[in-house]
């Protein structure tokens, strides 16, 4: 049930940062609800590859490399759907940090309710 909640409120976060920010579209409820799994699928599987590829960038920039590594998950995420468009890296990497901060969010609401 818990991923089932946290699903739906990652797509609602994907159509908040649609809503905040012009540089970033989805289609629909639906779409939003794909690219959600979408991303948390290229989060589990393609992310630690990138990560371990881009350690020496990353340690040399104190980890501010993470963000681009997220912009370019996200910016990836939109062209494998076609109900999800982001218009170029500068709106990836805008959008990813949007959706980050709305997955903080979600995780510390999810996480207070099951105390």
């Known amino acids: ?25 989805i289609s ?6 794909i690219a959600a799994a979408v991303l948390a699928l290229l989060n ?5 590859v990138l990560v371990l590829l881009t ?5 040399i920039t104190l980890g501010l490399f993470l ?12 062209g494998l ?8 890296f500068w709106a990836a990497l805008f959008g990813s940090l949007l959706y980050s901060l709305f997955g903080v969010i979600i995780e ?3 996480g207070a309710s099951r105390r």
């Open 55 to 59: 350690l020496p960038v990353t340690l």
């Open 108 to 110: 510390a609401a999810i």
């Open 28 to 33: 629909g409820f639906g779409s939003a609800m």
């Open 44 to 48: 589990v599987f393609v992310r630690p």
């Open 1 to 25: 049930m818990r991923l089932i909640l946290k699903w739906v409120l990652s797509a609602l976060a994907l159509l908040m940062v649609t809503y905040l920010y012009g540089g970033v579209q």
């Open 67 to 78: 963000f681009v590594v997220n912009a370019l998950i996200f910016w990836m995420a939109s």
């Open 81 to 88: 759907l076609p109900g999800f468009h982001v218009d170029g």
